[in-house]
């Protein structure tokens, strides 16, 4: 059922306009009449959820729900155990990104061993030619698709964002034909159809004035190049373009880290999975275009299931000014809405107390309007959350500013420059940290151990140092950014994450590298110290992804496989 955006979407640029009409139709007279309450959002059905989803999810332990105050989402039908698939689905259409396009196969999504390459338009690659036969949709889309690149250079629109439109008219085009009624029809991990796109939320109202222009430009462009069968109104391509931009998952290969390869669109998951800061599931890629959501810890009957469409590690204002600029609403989840002095929230952004060196200084968040207007006022005092002591701002400030300037530089060192060497000197000191577990006090006056900072800067240290061949330092940073997350996880947060996996199959190359040079310079017993350590860590890694991406997937099955190796 298509929904009504207006209601659905709690975005908070709605709220405010309404509030400001009562102010504005407010007059003398108004003080005898009784004001109407705020009609308050309740937990009463909105729309019917069409019977195509409910078939699509009918193996899942899941009840489908549409109401007033959540809108379309699922919830557990019974007690969920971690690792239970809750949704699995075939992309209606999915694109391998630009920066991959010839190192992943464009129906597996396997790494590209060697390659078969379409020698027409000269942009699709696959694997094999069982793979290439598969690729019913390219041969109707291949000369469209050799335009892509051009025009999306000339109208400054991203290629994949284009080449995602001309997959998915094309699946249009292929239902024109089938009749009404067949359209419920639902067969296990088919591709979900074009349709359903068609019900998702586009947020187009949101969208901002120039990415409109310069679509509108493209899709008058692309649809000059079109069969007129496939075309669809310029004005329906862009909020075709609203839709992905609202809706479109990421896909990681299917052997190594969590990169984003592909992007697809997933209506079933799209329109179901909703957010939180702190979610009970993930969504994972699987072989072939399709996306699984996986509950990473166990979910009780009833309870919602969320996903996180941001970074986790990232601060409360952090997380606000993502979602209201990409998804166009104010997270109201529990983390978000726990008092910042009991929230993990107050470390990501904080200082650690000059007087207790346990606890940081709450700095109170930004509103939605200082969001908006990206300015925030920062008061004069803020409060150890521990002791109580009260400092001020410029002082706790200036420890923040100073990681700042040294993550920039540092940042500045490494992209522009290419000088390693100068980027390590300015994210080193950020990213080593004394931890809670590990001390009774903490360093007085600095950015805590969980400051987000210290996150962002060690994971470009990481490759810095790899780049060095510094295997010894690039171990250190990667077991401190472990011990980061485990003290996150102590405080609620997922223990069982796709970056967490991917920072122990990361450890795990690093002692096998280390293990590997002292094979080399013939220290035998040191080798044998670093193997036990890589295997340890690729054990540790099969663990959490047999959890998030399930036992039988490539990349459990990758590190699973490493660990018997070393
Ligand atoms: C991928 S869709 C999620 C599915 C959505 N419930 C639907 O019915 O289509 C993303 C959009 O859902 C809404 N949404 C998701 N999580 C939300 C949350 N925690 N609070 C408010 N709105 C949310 C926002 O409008 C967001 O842009």
Redesign the pocket.
Known sequence: MP?NEET????PQQETPMQNTTKNESSPNLTKIKKKKPKKKTGAPAEPISEYYQKALVDYPVSLRNTKAK???AAASGPIAEGTTVCHEQATAFVVRSEFIDQQCHVCLDTLATKLMCSDCKKSFYCSQACLDRDTTHPKVCSIISQVDTIGRSTDTDPDLLRLMVLLMAERMEEADIPEENKTEYKPLSQTPYWCVED??S?REHADRAFINVLTEASQRLVSEMPESMAMSVDDMVTLACRIN??AHGLGDNQSRNTDVALGLFPVG???????CNPNTAFVGMPNGQLAFRTIRPVKTDEEL?VSYIDLYASRDERRQDLLKT???W???KRCTTPMENSVDRFLQSVVCTSCSKDVYVIPPASIEELNKGEKSLGETWTCAGCGHVASVSKVNEAIEKANASYTAGMYALRQRRDYRSACRQLEPLAKTVLPSQATKLPAGEIHPQNSIRLNASIPLLNCLRHQDNIKGAIEVNRTILDVLDEHAKQSLPDKTAEISDFWQNLGELCDAMAEQCRVSGRQPLQKKWYKEARDAYSQAAKVRAVVFGPEHPKTQFVERCALRV
């Open positions: 929904q659905e979407c709690l975005a809108g379309r989402h998702l939320l947020h609202s809706n799209a329109m179901f999975f909703n957010h939180a969320t998804k166009h609403f997270c109201k989840c």
